[in-house]
């Protein structure tokens, strides 16, 4: 039966070799079609044999399979380490792999039930089809990968209609006050219900969230997390590309994001703690950023040279004992005006003298620390996006604590890769919902105003436009959609291609959109009684702010020559 067990292993974990982690396996993620459940495969297994139910001691089978499976890598890792395993440079992962099975291991032993006293009835093979290869489509007609996302686009598009939208007014009102930099008590309304209503952190990717439950297992009767809380605060085991078409609605109005906890750069610095933080860091700032508790900044690009290369930052982390000492000057960190900012990640550098890209470090910082001061926020376009806003920081001799290091000295630029895969494309998905909204606006406008006598609407050069603009829509949605896809399937270094692609096409469609709807409003397209004029500041950011286009279109011409000379 062991040997069964081991043969069962998918259903718990999934382990490959060029996975830095373990993540969750088919009883979570989903069966593909034609794939028996475990009780189901397992009653196969025991009436062809004739050997008798399970129940009672699989979870001994199972655990004694994952500790075995353990030993296995742990011998691989050792191989690799003395430079001759089989798996070549593939085999690094295998020691941390090694011990978050052991750690799933313990994990299953303290399950309450692991299969069904009984054996499933054998005349019932009916089962519900993977979310994976499901398909539907919405109101509108628009494909949708499952139910499932089909019901929280619902839900999330009634939120939106129904508390969002209404409130855009009064939070623009508190942001335009002398008291732009607090927050709307009802935003923190909206986020208790966004909760109620299983709207929070949709943004976790399934494997983020498998690793960060292993770590938080052990911490969580320490924040006094109930099990209902304690699973909520990992979302709803979303893909990239399903949590697509889910950002996608978040996009359609600059205010929803941070009220269903989605909005950057907290899900991008959440990512990195889940992705590379340790249990003390997952517990001191993870957990309250994952509760809504807290906001976060990103503190990398500085005024004094150009940070889309980021080998040129010049912040100094210098160690002391057992603390970092910073100094530096930061610019346009997100999120650093608002008052429940906590934490910065950080990114400087800690040997000068080290290979270019072994150079730099994260760190965790918290804004309370002495040395830290906000010299001024930021406006973009004139909008200084209170109370959330971009502020300009120095940092004179900041004391850190060593372990608020990210992964270890010299890491910087590996966590950077990891961050701007999901985190980057999120915007690239808000983006597609902002030039939604500019689309429904122009149309209405143009269906409710005259000009010579006739709708808009009604001349020829605007259908015309509008008609275009929905066929560039309609394809940067696909192609946003696909580096989703290719970034679940393929991991962030192989997919950045398509991501570079995204990136260039989602900004440069949303500006065209959004100029064309602020020109169909006139003179009310360029004020601030419409959201048009944000959304068109926020999308001509992110041709910056994301990294410059002409990096991206870089990136996309190497690849395209170096498929080219393969050929």
């Not at 002391?320 to 650093?336: C, R």
């Amino acid at each position: 039966m062991c040997d069964v067990a081991y043969s069962c292993m998918h259903y718990i974990v999934n382990v490959q070799l060029d996975k830095e982690h373990v993540s969750e396996g088919l009883e979570t993620t989903g069966l593909p079609e034609g794939i028996l459940s475990m009780p189901e495969f397992l009653l196969e297994y025991c009436s062809a044999l004739g050997k008798p139910w399970p129940a009672a001691n699989w979870k001994f089978y199972v655990a004694f399979s994952l500790f075995r499976a353990a030993s296995i890598y742990t011998g691989v890792y050792n191989r690799w380490l003395m430079g001759n395993a089989s798996a070549g440079e593939r085999a690094r992962n295998t020691g941390a792999q090694a011990n978050e099975l052991v750690d799933c291991a313990l994990g299953y032993i303290s399950r309450d039930n692991v299969l069904p006293a009984h054996p499933p009835p054998s005349g019932n093979r009916q089962r519900d089809v993977s979310p994976s290869y499901e398909s539907l489509v919405d109101a509108s007609g628009r494909f949708v990968p499952n139910r499932k996302v089909l019901e929280l686009r619902q839900r999330l598009i009634k939120f939106m209609e129904t508390h969002i939208y209404p409130m855009e007014k009064e939070f623009s009102k508190l942001a335009q006050s002398d008291m732009r930099w607090t927050v709307h008590p009802e935003e923190e309304r909206l986020k208790e219900e966004a909760k109620r209503q299983g709207l929070w952190n949709l943004f976790i990717p399934v494997d983020s969230a498998a690793r960060a439950r292993r770590e938080l297992a052990a911490i969580e009767n320490k924040h006094d997390l109930s099990g209902r809380s304690f699973d909520q605060l990992f979302g709803e085991g979303l893909t990239n590309l399903e949590y697509g078409y889910l950002c996608e609605i978040m996009g359609r109005s600059v205010w929803a994001p941070q009220v269903f906890n989605c909005g950057a750069p907290d899900t991008g610095n959440m990512e990195v703690i889940l992705r590379y933080g340790n249990k003390e860091q997952i517990s001191e700032w993870l957990i309250p950023l994952l509760e809504g508790k807290i906001r976060s900044g990103f503190a990398m690009t500085e005024p004094q040279v150009a940070s889309s290369d980021a080998t040129n930052i010049e912040c100094f982390i210098r160690r002391q004992g057992d603390s970092y000492v910073i100094n530096g000057t930061k610019w346009w960190t997100s999120g650093a005006m608002d008052p429940r900012c906590r934490v910065l990640i950080l990114m400087g550098k800690t040997d000068f003298n080290a290979p270019k890209h072994k150079q730099q470090s994260m760190i965790l910082v918290d804004m309370r620390t002495p040395g830290i001061h906000v010299k001024r926020p930021l406006t973009v376009f004139g909008f200084d996006d209170a109370p959330h806003g971009h502020a300009e920081i120095s940092f004179e001799n900041v004391i850190v604590p060593a372990n608020n290091i990210l992964l270890g000295e010299g890491r910087g630029f590996e966590i950077a890769q990891g961050r701007l895969g999901p985190g980057r494309l999120h915007h690239c998905m808000r983006l597609i919902g902002a030039a939604e909204r500019g689309m429904e606006l122009m149309a209405q406008r143009a269906l409710s105003r005259k000009t010579f006598g006739m709708f808009i609407a009604q001349h020829g050069s605007f259908v015309s436009d509008l008609a275009k603009l929905r066929v560039e829509l309609e394809g940067t949605r696909l192609l946003v959609l696909e580096a989703a896809d290719h970034l679940d399937k393929f991991g962030n270094k192989k997919a950045r291609g398509i991501l570079a692609m995204a990136k260039v096409a989602a900004p440069n469609m949303a500006l065209k959109v959004l100029d064309t709807a602020i020109q169909v409003h006139g003179a009310a397209g360029v004020s601030s009684d419409t959201v048009l004029a944000h959304l068109w500041a926020t999308a001509r950011t992110l041709r910056i702010a994301d990294g410059p286009d002409e990096v991206h279109l870089g990136t996309i011409g190497k690849l395209e020559l170096q498929r080219a000379s393969k050929l």
